[in-house]
């Protein structure tokens, strides 16, 4: 499933906090919320970035339609 789909299924606060932390590693419990929002993080998902040591990360387009949702843009959803 995709950004825009399980984007507002998320709690209002876990959106602010992918929003002030645009970029950084995702916590595992905003992982989980994501994935039962529909968002698998093990597909290849256009806004699916990183795994490593540190954790998940979101890809830079997922990072760049984040940040048009703060400056309360359109994003642009990559095909």
Do not use: C, H, K, Y
């Not at 929002?37 to 990183?50: E, N």
């Not at 990360?57 to 949702?69: C, G, K």
């Amino acid at each position: 499933m995709s950004i825009e789909l399980w984007w507002p299924r998320l709690n209002p606060s876990t959106r602010e906090w992918l929003i002030e932390n645009n970029g950084d590693a995702v916590p595992p419990e905003i992982v989980a919320e994501i994935t039962a929002a529909g968002g698998s993080v093990a597909s290849d998902a256009w806004w699916v970035g990183q795994t490593g040591p540190s954790g998940f990360f979101i890809s830079d387009e997922a990072a760049d339609w984040i940040e048009a949702i703060a400056n309360d843009e359109d994003p642009e959803t990559p095909a």
